[in-house]
């Protein structure tokens, strides 16, 4: 048995020092000589990529004693990467914030830089207020936003013109109209990406905008709580709507995003008239039609009206792109998020990605008339919300849109809908 | 006469009956008893020393991580930083009493079942098919096991592409004027999981093939010789000769099989996407792990379930090495003398 | 012994011996209800295949509109754009030196600890079996997150090292459960004789014991090769340069946050699976080549 015991003491050996030596890993020592810092985007190709790699050149001319290093991680992969990152002490100085419990959990962990007092006074002049909101937790800013995203419905004015629509509707009843006037033509008249959840629970989120009031959203995200009738109201709504069958065939094993075949390519290819979405979509789509370019027809109308609820008129729900420095990082990441915030540099970005810049003057340059609606609806709207499941929380987030897809399919009803989204909680 | 296990299968030739028959030595293919060794010093350090790398580089790299990813599952932890929400069991608790969860249990029985049933016999019969020598042998070979080559990951995209409802397999059938048989491949329950067993039967079978065309190399041909001469036909021999002698190897098969099954992720997860694998009916343990846990951010909570699929995983292995692997890895797990 | 060099005399008349098929002798035709089966496996096997290459001579656009149907027109650049470029082929050598050393590795550990778990006698033989087989009972997904910091803390992060030894680990209990039978139906016989001849336990292993298990060392060797020819979780996690990337990361090149070229993708996949078929097909012959004559004979 020696053998065995000279085994399993050398195991013990090297598995000791390995759980010893935990969390130590090397400091920068941030010397004011030079200075590098880490950058993670998720822009892997395209005008995107070589947007970063434009600013950061330029950012590294204007202070010589700065190198930033940029790693550019596919979307789906970068969460879960940053994390295990952050969590080991080996997290990039600059990286990509999505906000909401994710950034919360991230304050709690200690692993931001706390950027309130970093801001500077000019980026404070051409970012308003409202996009700062979104990067807030605890009355402390964690993150500079760079786009706003606001949701909607993006279409295909060709094909309404075909189905003998003259203007976008304005209420759900208009809407279901035009739904039955698109069928008559022989297209989808909404694409809906459910394999990927979120946009079936998108459908969700706008009907319970419209249905509550803000006041009653705001209690719910924090006590995670449903059971005010206005949701269950809004859950009836969803699954009326469905009824009429306005989705594309095999809506639920479409993917939203995912290149050919997803409720983008659809739109991007007149087989479907439109879909509900947030401001990145006309770039999506523009990568999916015949020449790759932008969709010449394409237009934008805000959410559709519902009578009897109890949401404001106009209330609008987006996202906000950010970008957050790690809590070691050197000072000279707030400099660089200044930096990113001025107006050309936020010009740039809109040029490169084709969604909304929040920089106020950097607004005025965006030609798109699509685009120049998703600004004029969110810049006179009385409410702005996150995305639900960003102001949820990841849990219930994610309980939701496996609740709106079981709905859809016919396996659960409103009922079910709020239940598990109750039950979400006891996991944690 | 040796009493050796094989004859304790009813209606089956003694292998050993056989051997010595034709005095070939043939008994030799069979797993035999190791003699003792390993009892003086120098044993034990040709164990160590050939042993030892192996189970380092494992415990370090395998079980470590292991047992830490089981801490986690203690806690309610959202991921961020170290976990400080300690619920103890409640985990599990909630866990077990998910009806999703013991659906994709559900599942993955039916998968661990269908998988034995369906690839075991197209698999034999086709490496009994291959393993003849004639022209173009290589070129099937290789032919059938590509699927098995190619990741996951394109697999899945590749199969979400042609199957989804717009996809390219209803499209043809619109083609060829067969538009009734178009069906939703992916979405329908009653469908879905026959749509996944095809899926995995058409990846995996090459696999099995190749494992039973290494076992068929084991036995000698002096076995089917014999027992031509004896008048046997073909199937007589392969019941007789090829099935016990394959006998290891199909059940090392079925045991990573059936482990594989239990721990089936990818293809569903890259197919159905984590959403609709539960509305489809073809979640699985692995599924449900990743959907409730790290894409829900409930990291405890998926750690937590990662132990349970362990812990099942590992059940189902005792009970098939106890009650099948005993005879082939006899004196691994149970002392048993057999001559 | 007169069995076993009976068995030889035999084996060489019936032609299995390799290195007489090396010199060519034609082989002879099967029957043609063998073939026609084999056509039709091979077809269901191998269209999902042809439909992914073909899909890369699409465009997303195409692959939208009309799901069933063939290039129209041909496209090449998406083939080209993958060879033309040096990632791909800096890729490639990653994904192969990564690939074979885990395979070396994976294989020699392996052969090793199964030799002993196969052929030796000691108290805790069964719990050492145990061990190797309950990790394969674990989902990898979970496990990533705590080996990251295994990896990290022994400064083998962003290295094909960090990569090479976890995937030699977890690829040593397939290897081990698959390699365990092989070694046990070593005949003693030959043991013995080897014994006889002068030869240590030790020696025993390093000279004759490779060669007797060959076929199913082949098996998880070509096993080990594809596993992490395919495995991207990993590399992904450990690899942070893009200089050190291994094919299947290559394919985040291709998509962007809001958008995948999926004919691009189909494209960069259907070249990357390329060399593992090329390892596979060479070794093939070695699985089936049947040296086991001369030893069961």
Redesign the interface.
């Known amino acids: 048995m020696k053998g065995m015991k000279l085994l399993t003491g050398a195991a013990v050996l090297v598995l000791g020092s390995l759980a010893l030596s935990a969390c130590s890993g090397p400091s920068d020592s941030s010397s004011d000589s030079k200075v590098s810092m880490t950058l993670w985007h998720n822009a892997t190709t395209g005008p995107g990529a070589a947007f970063w790699k434009t600013t950061v050149a330029d950012f590294e001319k204007a202070n010589p004693n700065v190198t930033i290093k940029i790693q550019a991680i596919q979307n789906e992969d970068l969460d879960g990467k940053l994390q295990t990152a952050l969590n080991s002490g080996d997290a990039p100085d600059i990286f990509l914030q999505r906000g909401g419990g994710k950034m919360a959990a991230m304050v709690q962990a200690g692993q931001l830089m706390d950027l309130t007092d970093k801001v500077s006074s000019d980026t404070k002049k051409v970012v308003s207020d409202a996009s700062f909101k979104a990067e807030t937790y605890q009355d402390k800013v964690w993150a500079m936003p760079v786009s706003v995203l606001p949701g909607g419905l993006f279409y295909s004015q060709d094909l309404f013109k075909a189905a003998g629509i003259t203007e976008a509707p304005a209420t759900i009843d208009d809407l279901s109209a035009d739904v039955q006037k698109l069928k008559a033509t022989g297209v989808a008249p909404i694409a809906l990406g459910a394999k990927d959840a979120w946009p079936a629970a998108h459908w969700f989120y706008w009907f319970a905008l419209r249905e509550c009031s803000p006041a009653t959203m705001e209690k719910t995200a924090d006590s995670k709580d449903f059971s005010d009738g206005c949701w269950l109201k809004a859950a009836q709504d969803l699954q009326d709507f469905a009824a009429q069958n306005p989705f594309n065939d095999g809506f639920l094993t479409t993917s939203a995003q995912q290149g050919a075949g997803s409720s983008a390519g659809l739109v991007a290819n007149h087989k479907a008239a439109m879909e509900l979405m947030g401001a990145w979509d006309p770039g999506v789509i523009a990568s999916l039609t015949p020449d790759q370019k932008p969709l010449p027809d394409l237009g934008f109308y805000p959410f559709p009206e519902l009578s009897g609820g109890k949401g404001e008129p106009g209330a609008i729900m987006g996202g906000v792109d950010g970008y957050s420095c790690s809590v070691k990082a050197p000072k000279q990441c707030a400099d660089f998020l200044n930096y990113i915030a001025t107006t050309p540099v936020q010009e740039a970005y809109y040029k490169a990605f084709n969604a909304p810049p929040v920089n106020t003057e950097a607004q005025k340059q965006v030609t798109e008339p699509y685009l120049q609606d998703v600004l004029a609806a969110y810049n006179k709207a009385p409410y702005v919300s996150q995305w639900l499941d960003t102001v949820l929380g990841q849990n219930i987030g994610n309980a939701l849109n496996v609740a709106v897809v079981d709905m859809l399919a016919g396996k659960s009803d409103p009922k079910g809908l709020i239940q598990a989204a109750n039950d979400a909680a006891k996991k944690g | 006469m040796s009493t050796t296990r094989e004859t304790t299968r009813p209606g089956s030739v003694s292998t050993s009956d056989l051997a010595q028959h034709d ?4 008994k ?5 008893r ?5 009892a003086g ?1 120098s ?24 047992a ?2 089981a801490y986690y599952g203690f806690y ?7 976990p400080t929400d300690f619920v103890g069991l409640q ?1 599990y608790v ?1 866990i077990l009493t998910d009806p999703a969860f013991l659906q994709a249990i559900g599942h993955n029985a039916f998968i661990v079942v269908m998988s034995l049933v369906i690839q075991g016999p197209i698999a034999i019969l ?1 490496a009994l ?10 070129i ?16 899945g ?16 059938l ?2 060829l004027g067969l538009g009734s048989l178009a069906h ?1 491949w ?2 329908d329950p009653n469908i879905a999981i026959w749509t996944l067993m095809g899926i995995l039967t ?1 990846k995996y079978v ?2 099995a093939v ?2 039973f ?2 076992g068929l ?2 036995i ?3 076995l089917y010789e014999a027992a031509a001469l004896d008048g046997a036909s073909y199937w007589q021999m392969q019941r007789r000769i090829t099935l016990p002698l394959l006998g ?2 199909l059940r ?1 098969w079925a ?2 099989s059936i ?1 594989g099954a239990l ?1 089936l ?1 990818d293809l569903v997860y890259i197919i ?5 694998a ?3 009916g073809t979640s699985t343990m ?1 599924t449900y ?15 937590a379930v ?1 132990v349970v ?2 812990l099942i ?2 059940v189902v ?1 005792l009970i098939y ?1 106890r009650f099948v692997l005993r005879r ?2 006899a ?4 002392e048993r003398k057999t001559r | 012994m007169t069995a076993l060099t009976a068995g030889r005399t035999r084996r060489r008349g019936s032609g299995t011996n390799p290195s007489k098929r090396s010199t060519k002798e034609r082989l002879p035709w099967g029957s043609p209800t063998v073939y026609f089966i084999a056509f039709v496996v091979i077809a269901l096997m191998v269209v999902p295949i042809i439909y992914i290459i073909l899909g890369g001579f699409r465009t997303n656009s195409q692959i939208t509109v009309d799901p069933a149907g063939f290039p129209n027109p041909w496209n090449v650049q998406n083939y080209l754009n993958v060879l033309g470029g040096s990632v791909f082929w800096g890729q490639v050598l990653n994904s192969t030196i990564v690939a074979l050393v885990t395979t070396i590795g994976a294989v020699g550990l392996g052969l090793m600890a199964s030799y002993v778990l196969a052929r030796y006698q000691f108290r805790g033989r069964g719990a050492l079996y145990a061990l190797f087989a309950a990790g394969l009972m674990f989902p990898i997904t979970v496990a990533i997150t705590p080996l990251y910091l295994v990896v990290r803390n022994l400064g083998l992060m962003n290295s094909l090292g960090g990569v090479i030894i976890p995937q030699i680990a977890f690829a040593l209990p397939t290897t081990i459960i698959i390699l365990v039978p092989f070694l046990r139906a070593i005949p003693d016989e030959i043991q013995e004789a080897a014994f006889i001849d002068g030869c240590s336990r030790l020696g025993f292993f390093f000279r004759m014991v490779l060669r007797l298990s060959l076929p199913g060392v082949i098996t998880t060797g070509i096993l080990a090769f594809i596993g992490s020819w395919n495995s991207y979780l990993l590399p992904l996690f450990i690899l942070n340069n893009d200089s050190t990337f291994t094919l299947p990361l290559g394919v985040q090149a291709f998509s962007s946050q809001y958008a995948t070229d999926t004919a691009q993708v189909l494209a960069f996949t259907s070249l990357s699976m390329i060399p593992a078929l090329i390892f596979f097909s060479l070794f093939e012959r070695r699985i089936v080549g049947g040296l086991t004559g001369a030893v069961k004979g």
Do not use: C, K
């Open positions: 005095g070939s030595g043939a030799a293919s069979l797993p035999s190791p003699r003792r060794r390993g010093w044993g034990r350090a040709e164990i160590a020393l050939l042993a030892g790398p192996a189970v380092i580089v494992f415990l370090a790299f395998v079980i470590l991580p292991v830490m990813a309610r932890w959202a991921g961020y930083g170290p985990n909630v086709l098919l291959l393993n003849r020598r004639m022209r173009g042998q290589s099937i070979r290789i032919l059938i096991f590509v699927p098995y080559v190619i990741s996951e990951v394109v697999v995209t590749g199969w979400s592409l042609m199957l989804s409802t717009n996809g390219a397999l209803n499209g043809m619109h083609n939703d992916l979405s058409w090459g696999f190749i494992l065309l290494a190399q084991g000698p041909e002096e290891p190897t090392i045991f990573l482990i721990q992720f159905w996407g984590q959403y609709v539960s509305t489809a692995a792990m990743v959907a409730n846990g790290r894409n829900a951010g409930n990291y405890g909570y998926g750690n990662a699929i362990f995983s590992l292995a090495q082939d890895t004196g691994a797990l149970t």
